[in-house]
Nanobody, 120 residues
Framework: QVQLVESGGGLVQPGGSLRLSCAAS????????MGWYRQAPGKQRELVAT???????NYADSVKGRFTISRDNAKNTVYLQMNSLKPEDTAVYYC??????????????WGQGTQVTVSS
């Protein structure tokens, strides 16, 4: 069993900052790419940012220059630092990870999501 648990969401004013964390636990051999996605009401889930095990990153155009993804391989944790937040960033944020179990099987796992609301 593998679990991803997000934390750090909340209500913030426009222009503010939040830092999301996502910790993976359970029967883990190795974690490959990890990422953050978000889903706003009435919209499809979209990619926010990804980071490889070697720390190469990729961002959606809408968050470039404002969000920073990072990871701590020793803690099996991925972070999303969100600055200069806008109302359009309001969504449920999900983390995802490509994780190998000790048996060698690689699956993609998802967290339960954390709400981020940007509003004055």
């Amino acid at each position: 069993q593998v679990q991803l648990v997000e934390s750090g969401g909340g209500l913030v004013q426009p222009g503010g900052s939040l830092r999301l964390s996502c910790a993976a636990s359970g029967s883990i051999f190795r974690i490959y790419a990890m990422g953050w996605y978000r889903q706003a009401p009435g919209k499809q889930r979209e990619l926010v940012a990804t980071v490889t095990r070697g720390a190469s990153t990729n961002y959606a155009d809408s968050v470039k220059g404002r969000f920073t993804i990072s990871r701590d391989n020793a803690k099996n944790t991925v972070y999303l630092q969100m600055n200069s937040l806008k109302p359009e960033d309001t969504a449920v944020y999900y983390c995802s990870g490509a994780i190998a179990t000790p048996g060698g099987v690689i699956n993609n796992y998802w967290g339960q999501g954390t709400q981020v609301t940007v509003s004055s």
